[in-house]
């Protein structure tokens, strides 16, 4: 019996915590944490119909040597694109880059960030 009221105290205790606390775990990153930690980064790609597995072992090796950066396979889409995780990716400016270079393939149509889209209310 006593076990549940020591529990019960321990957690009205950790969820008590000042808000200001609360808030500085999800402060912001500094340009040293930012430039140390790659970015969580998927880009929708879109081939030419001459492609026919992009989901290969040595395509996706090729493509990610084209990248600059290491890509990894994740999933077809409906719409015929493919989704890849770019890894080692920094800054902005790498994707850009990266998406730059993609966009230089003869078997690519297209190559956007996969960006999530929310609907927005209309009246």
């Avoid at 930690?37 to 992009?54: C, E, G, T, Y």
């Avoid at 040597?65 to 990894?72: I, N, P, Q, R, S």
């Avoid at 994740?74 to 902005?92: A, K, N, Q, W």
Wanted: glycine letters at 4%; a neutral charge.
């Amino acid at each position: 019996m006593w076990r549940s009221s020591v529990v019960a105290c321990a957690v009205l205790c950790l969820g008590c915590a000042p808000a200001a606390e609360t808030q500085n775990l999800v402060a912001e990153p500094t340009p040293e944490s930012a430039t140390s930690m790659p970015m969580n980064a998927r880009l929708i790609i879109k081939f030419k119909d001459s492609v026919q597995r992009p989901s290969a072992a040595a395509f996706v090796s090729k493509l990610s040597e084209d990248a600059g950066t290491a890509l990894v396979y994740l999933r077809p889409m409906s719409i015929g694109g493919h989704v890849f995780e770019c890894r080692d990716v920094y800054s902005s400016d790498e994707l850009a880059e990266v998406i730059q270079r993609l966009t230089k393939r003869k078997d690519v149509v297209y190559v956007e960030p996969d960006r999530i889209l929310q609907h927005q209310k209309t009246n």
